[in-house]
């Protein structure tokens, strides 16, 4: 047997033992005996997987009885902080992402999270360096399948995630080869119609109606990000039907600018914005992050709300949608004129 990945026992004092750190899977033991707390300590002597005999044995020679020994193993068993899988060798050291849900989600909710994202399939388009960085933070996360879709070459300022090498090439080719050369069971094509749980779609300057509008209409969950012109704006992640549209935000902003239809639609035919590296690592997390929630069942923290994020703030820019009384999500068609009514990229407060 042996702890939970990153936990450790700690001595409080005499006859108070600890067991981890965060109140969220720490435990803390106490009326022991030096005796059960040697037997405690050794748990922990790295690189060894004592066994229910072995701490017997360590028991009998601090004076602890086997009945005791065996009384404070189901005790940490009951408490969440030892590592049920005990077929594991010690020597294969565990993955972060196993390890982080094992000690938060302690009653086998872990490995089922983890199922469910490597069932998952999230399509992530556009690819320039924030898009490639949004799809290697879910393959890392163990997203099963990773869709991608951007036919634009790679630009010479897309290299970081992209190597030199592969400027000029279509970045939907060369994402794929970098995605496969790094994650060996990300598969990047999925069943014939399997619909993804959840599209990604990274714009620049403003949301592009010509691919969100099909996904409201679809019924498919997705998240707009948009590279603006200092910021990057993640959100809101929008589940069709629950909760506000990519055009009800327009509708918001044309309500308190009557003017930014003209603006949004100029926007669209400009000249693709590029985020900073920081800037760009910043919103693929965030990004990463909401779409992780959404397939693992936990809470939004960002739940109908846009995080912005730019370098004048240390932290993101919590901004809350309402869904407005105009729109009608569920009866958004293409063949809807959008000049008039753009689908826009950078919050402003709704009106």
Request: charged share 25%.
């Amino acid at each position: 047997m042996r702890l939970r990945t990153g936990l450790s026992v700690l001595w409080r004092g005499q006859g108070e033992s600890q067991i981890g750190v965060d109140p969220r899977c720490a435990v803390v033991l106490e009326d022991l005996s030096p005796g059960e707390q040697r037997v405690l300590d050794h748990l922990d002597r790295g690189g060894y997987e004592p066994t229910e005999a072995d701490l017997v044995r360590v028991g009998r020679t601090a004076g602890v009885r086997a009945g005791r020994v065996r009384e404070l193993i189901r005790l940490l068993e009951r408490s969440g902080v030892l590592d049920p899988v005990a077929d594991r060798a010690t020597s294969t050291p565990v993955p972060p992402e196993d390890a982080y849900w094992s000690r938060l989600l302690p009653d086998g909710d872990g490995p089922a999270l983890l199922g469910r994202r490597s069932e998952a399939v999230v399509t992530v388009v556009g690819l320039d360096h924030v898009g490639l960085r949004i799809a290697s933070h879910l393959a890392e996360a163990g997203i099963g399948t990773v869709l991608l879709e951007d036919d634009g070459p790679v630009d010479p300022f897309d290299v970081g995630p992209y190597h030199p090498a592969d400027v000029g090439d279509r970045r939907r080719v060369r994402a794929e080869a970098r995605l496969r050369s790094t994650f060996d069971r990300l598969r990047t094509e999925a069943p014939p119609g399997r619909r993804p749980d959840m599209v990604v779609v990274v714009c620049s300057r403003v949301a592009d109606p010509v691919l969100l509008l099909p996904l409201v209409r679809d019924d498919v969950a997705h998240v707009p990000v948009v590279v603006g012109e200092v910021d990057v704006v993640v959100g809101p992640l929008i589940i069709p039907g629950d909760g506000p549209c990519t055009r009800c935000m327009d509708l918001h902003r044309t309500d308190a600018d009557p003017a930014w239809p003209a603006v949004a639609t100029q926007l669209r035919c400009s000249p693709a914005a590029v985020a900073t590296s920081q800037l760009g690592q910043m919103g693929a997390a965030l990004t990463a992050h909401q779409v992780l929630a959404a397939i693992d069942g936990r809470e939004l923290v960002a739940d109908r709300a846009s995080l912005e994020v730019s370098a004048l703030s240390p932290l993101p820019v919590l901004r809350p949608w309402a869904v407005h009384p105009d729109c009608g999500c569920a009866g958004v068609s293409l063949d809807e004129p959008t000049p008039e009514k753009p689908v826009a990229g950078r919050a402003q407060e709704p009106a």
